[in-house]
């Protein structure tokens, strides 16, 4: 596969190239839109917390190990500043069942900051989410603490 490097851009391009490297199951270009840094995280749904380079790297390439995910993600919400943008998504991955194809829902954080090299990933927290997870709950929220 080719092997795109991240660029830097904005925290949109970075997690556009991060879902993308993903859905192809290149390593080497999901890792380049990661922060070289050795405090960086990564938590995948009912998973321990990964810390660093490489355990994230060796996490994902388990994860490519049993194909590329056919993965997207929509429903971005953003808070920004001008060093780091915390972004909250619904992930969409379409899973082969023996009885068919079913849809999972997983409620992710991507958290980037602007470093050296551009824009880049310091986390990834992942959550099991339900069906409906992107409608938008903002009328009637309430505070929960």
């Given amino acids: 596969m080719k092997s795109t490097a991240a660029v830097g851009g904005r925290p949109d391009d ?14 080497a270009a ?6 070289d840094e ?8 009912g998973g321990l917390r990964l810390v660093g380079v490489a355990q994230i790297r060796a996490s ?28 909250s998504v619904v992930e969409k991955m ?15 954080t991507n958290v980037f900051q602007k470093t050296a090299q551009g824009w880049r990933m310091v986390a990834h927290h992942a959550s099991p989410g339900a069906i409906g997870e992107a409608t938008a709950r903002t009328e009637g929220a309430q505070t929960l603490h």
């Fill in 94 to 108: 379409t899973l082969a069942m023996p009885d068919g194809e079913a849809e999972a829902v997983v409620v992710a």
């Fill in 38 to 45: 050795d405090d960086i995280f990564c938590v995948h749904p």
């Fill in 60 to 87: 994902f390439e388990a994860l490519f190990a049993r194909g590329a995910p056919q993965i997207r993600y929509e429903d971005v919400r953003r808070v920004e500043t001008l060093a780091t943008s915390v972004h």
């Fill in 30 to 35: 999901l890792m380049a839109c990661w922060a």
């Fill in 14 to 27: 970075i997690e556009a190239q991060f879902y993308e490297a993903l859905r192809a199951g290149d390593l």
